[in-house]
């Protein structure tokens, strides 16, 4: 199965750091994707994970533990801009190596 | 922006149309994956064209049908409407190369009645 497991909301203040968490059946992925989607929008790439480990971008983090089927997005000096939905998102392997599998989304709303 | 391209912006169909929505996708990606999202959700997996061919199709009816052309743009075609057809239809582009992410364009929202 490819069931995606994350909070469904989260808050936080300006200037904070938070961590969204993705679980995630181990069998059936090869990667992680994080995707960002502001109401109204489409969703815009963030970040990939293959291997174990984290992958730094600026003021975004990812971190994947294959064998935990865990992930989380890190997000540093939050701003007001980062309220958005984050999605974690699986990508297949084998003959669906190309497919999404998308989350339900974790809505953070960043208070000033 | 991606440089991915939908048309039209919204649409409002009654049950039993039927609808066509366009996608062009980003300079230098073959491959054209179509979802569908409802309020609240994550977006599902439609099908995924590549070099004019279906190249995989997620859990939806024969009603839901495509195309890519030989420049790599695609259409979704939607027969016999229903009401729960109404969503947000999201194109996203992609080549054949790690790690093969997807940029969206900014979808069309059907709504039907």
């Known amino acids: 199965g490819q069931n995606i497991d994350q909070p469904t909301e989260m808050t936080a203040t300006e200037g904070a750091i938070v961590q969204i968490n993705c679980t995630y059946q181990t069998s059936g992925f090869n990667g992680l994707f994080w995707y960002q989607q502001h109401a109204g929008e489409a969703p815009t790439f963030l970040s990939y994970n293959v291997l174990d480990g984290l992958e730094e971008k600026g003021r975004f983090s990812s971190f994947l533990s294959r064998s935990k089927g865990y992930s989380y997005l890190l997000l540093k000096e939050l701003q007001m801009k980062d309220s958005a939905s984050y999605l974690c998102v699986g990508r297949g392997r084998g003959s669906t190596l190309g497919r999404l599998y998308f989350g339900r989304g974790t809505q953070l709303t960043v208070w000033p | 922006e991606t440089g991915v391209t939908q048309s039209p912006t919204h649409l409002i169909k009654t049950r039993g149309q039927q609808v066509t929505l366009r996608c062009s996708s980003q300079?230098?990606?073959?491959?054209v994956s179509w979802y569908q999202q409802a309020l609240g959700q994550g977006p599902q997996f439609i099908f995924q064209?590549?070099?004019?061919?279906?190249?995989g199709r997620g859990n939806f009816p024969p009603r839901f049908s495509g195309l890519q052309f030989p420049n790599y743009s695609s259409e979704l075609n939607v027969n016999a409407l229903e009401l729960d057809d109404s969503a947000l239809y999201l194109c996203?582009?992609?080549?054949?190369?790690?790690?093969?992410?997807?940029?969206f364009g900014p979808g069309t929202r059907l709504t039907v009645t």
């Open positions: 300079s230098g990606h073959n491959t």
């Open positions: 064209y590549y070099r004019e061919e279906e190249n």
């Open positions: 996203a582009s992609s080549s054949q190369r790690e790690p093969y992410e997807q940029y």
